[in-house]
């Protein structure tokens, strides 16, 4: 059985082979350490695939040393982290989402794949993709060295009510694992197009978490309202996907639990509203369908102020995204801010230490420290002034290996 730290460990070693112990320095006239902390005028030193030192760069009087790469008119960030993607999916070549009977798994890993290269080249060196199966060839391929593209974690598929039984669910979470799985993604709730209501039973719930616990997996459950948040949360699940509304016991709840929340609250709409004909007619994606997610996008502010207000609940970042939306994670991060009322720092914190954590990674990416991977984004302009400037990505190294240089 494959555990997450092993499918990890391989990405790892295949990014140190590739930068191959090659030591590089990196200046940066900004640096947000993904902790909370800034910095100006740095130099970092990167060995392999991992950060070996963060120095005060020379003063103004002293003889500089060799850059590989100067930064220093822009902002440094460790790799940004997206907890909740889906790279598979895509609009068919007739432009609408994908519906295509007689796609082949070779067209479906190509979509895939340009996905991923995206995501990467927008400042996204980690992504939890949730899940299709062929999340786990393009996973490997990418850990590889094979094809560029972002960390990749994934479900492999979902855990639902259908599923099944209690003992059904537990077999079916053993699979999981013993495919290869990283995490295990439970639909608690309907979708909200359909209302969004609880649909699966505490029993059901109960033995998803329990037997994903037994066998080393975390689990991120799909779930909207009081009563399908309170579910999860009291069967010991770790983190909630969407949310979007739910009362002020939830929020002490999560709190107190220290359930991941990773809500959803402007890009994803904006990407279905922008991109509306073309998922308009396909399963739920109905005009009824659409009136309830526009619902959910006002809604979901009111929610997403409330929970940010309460101060105590660990607010992930993951943006949901869906066909049209790969390469501009970066969105929801201008949405928090902006319309939500978050402090851009702490978005960035969501983005990164806090959203490796969730990954269980925290002692491995999502910070710029001695020891870390070298996973590297440099915007220009400062994020802190205006979040926008996330979207303006001119750097990316990850593990080591730089995919996105301004340099000529």
Same mark, same amino acid.
């Given at each position: 059985?494959?555990?997450?730290?092993?499918?990890?460990?391989?990405?790892? &070693?295949? !990014? /140190?082979?590739? +930068?191959?112990?090659? %030591? $590089?320095?990196?200046?940066?006239?900004?640096?947000?350490?993904? =902790?909370?902390?800034?910095?100006?005028?740095?130099?970092?030193?990167?060995?392999?695939?991992?950060?070996?030192?963060?120095?005060?760069?020379?003063?103004?009087?002293?003889?500089?040393?060799?850059?590989?790469?100067?930064?220093?008119?822009?902002?440094?960030?460790?790799?940004?982290?997206?907890?909740?993607?889906?790279?598979?999916?895509?609009?068919?070549?007739?432009?609408?989402?994908?519906?295509?009977?007689?796609?082949?798994?070779?067209?479906?890993?190509?979509?895939?794949?340009?996905? &991923?290269? !995206? /995501?990467?080249? +927008?400042?996204?060196? %980690? $992504?939890?993709?949730?899940?299709?199966?062929?999340?786990?060839? =393009?996973?490997?391929?990418?850990?590889?060295?094979?094809?560029?593209?972002?960390?990749?974690?994934?479900?492999?598929?979902?855990?639902?009510?259908?599923?099944?039984?209690?003992?059904?669910?537990?077999?079916?979470?053993?699979?999981?694992?013993?495919?290869?799985?990283?995490?295990?993604?439970?639909?608690?709730?309907?979708?909200?197009?359909?209302?969004?209501?609880?649909?699966?039973?505490?029993?059901?719930?109960?033995?998803?978490?329990?037997?994903?616990?037994?066998?080393?997996?975390?689990?991120?459950?799909?779930?909207?309202?009081?009563?399908?948040?309170?579910?999860?949360?009291?069967?010991?699940?770790?983190?909630?996907?969407?949310?979007?509304?739910?009362?002020?016991?939830?929020?002490?709840?999560?709190?107190?639990?220290?359930?991941?929340?990773?809500?959803?609250?402007?890009?994803?709409?904006?990407?279905?509203?922008?991109?509306?004909?073309?998922?308009?007619?396909?399963?739920?994606?109905?005009?009824?369908?659409?009136?309830?997610?526009?619902?959910?996008?006002?809604?979901?502010?009111?929610?997403?102020?409330?929970?940010?207000?309460?101060?105590?609940?660990?607010?992930?970042?993951?943006?949901?995204?869906?066909?049209?939306?790969?390469?501009?994670?970066?969105?929801?991060?201008?949405?928090?801010?902006?319309?939500?009322?978050?402090?851009?720092?702490?978005?960035?914190?969501?983005?990164?230490?806090?959203?490796?954590?969730?990954?269980?990674?925290?002692?491995?990416?999502?910070?710029?420290?001695?020891?870390?991977?070298?996973?590297?984004?440099?915007?220009?302009?400062?994020?802190?002034?205006?979040?926008?400037?996330?979207?303006?990505?001119?750097?990316?190294?990850?593990?080591?290996?730089?995919?996105?240089?301004?340099?000529?």
């Amino acid at each position: 059985m494959r555990t997450a730290l092993a499918a990890i460990g391989l990405a790892l &070693a295949a !990014a /140190t082979v590739q +930068a191959q112990e090659e %030591t $590089v320095t990196i200046r940066a006239g900004r640096l947000l350490d993904g =902790l909370g902390n800034v910095r100006g005028n740095v130099t970092l030193r990167v060995t392999g695939s991992r950060i070996a030192a963060v120095d005060d760069a020379p003063a103004a009087d002293e003889t500089p040393g060799p850059v590989t790469y100067d930064l220093s008119g822009l902002t440094l960030m460790p790799g940004l982290i997206d907890t909740h993607v889906h790279l598979t999916a895509h609009f068919d070549p007739d432009g609408r989402n994908h519906h295509d009977p007689d796609e082949t798994p070779a067209q479906t890993m190509l979509y895939a794949a340009g996905n &991923a290269h !995206a /995501t990467l080249t +927008a400042g996204f060196t %980690t $992504v939890q993709s949730l899940g299709s199966p062929a999340d786990r060839d =393009l996973r490997d391929a990418i850990a590889r060295g094979d094809l560029p593209g972002p960390r990749v974690l994934t479900s492999l598929g979902a855990v639902r009510a259908g599923t099944g039984t209690p003992d059904e669910i537990r077999a079916y979470v053993r699979q999981l694992a013993e495919d290869g799985a990283d995490v295990v993604k439970v639909f608690a709730s309907a979708s909200i197009r359909e209302g969004g209501g609880l649909v699966m039973s505490p029993e059901q719930l109960d033995a998803v978490c329990a037997e994903a616990q037994a066998v080393g997996l975390r689990t991120v459950v799909h779930a909207y309202g009081t009563d399908g948040l309170t579910a999860t949360i009291e069967a010991g699940c770790g983190g909630i996907e969407h949310g979007n509304r739910y009362d002020d016991a939830v929020i002490d709840l999560m709190a107190a639990r220290g359930t991941y929340l990773d809500p959803h609250v402007g890009s994803l709409w904006a990407n279905y509203f922008e991109h509306r004909d073309r998922f308009i007619g396909r399963g739920n994606y109905t005009e009824e369908g659409f009136a309830l997610m526009e619902e959910a996008r006002t809604t979901g502010y009111e929610t997403f102020r409330r929970t940010l207000a309460h101060g105590g609940v660990k607010v992930v970042y993951g943006t949901d995204a869906v066909a049209g939306a790969h390469g501009r994670n970066a969105d929801e991060l201008v949405y928090r801010v902006r319309d939500g009322g978050q402090d851009p720092m702490d978005a960035i914190v969501s983005a990164t230490s806090l959203a490796a954590e969730s990954l269980g990674l925290a002692d491995t990416i999502g910070r710029i420290a001695p020891g870390y991977e070298a996973d590297l984004v440099a915007v220009a302009g400062n994020p802190l002034d205006d979040i926008a400037a996330v979207r303006a990505v001119r750097f990316v190294m990850k593990g080591g290996v730089v995919y996105r240089n301004p340099a000529p």
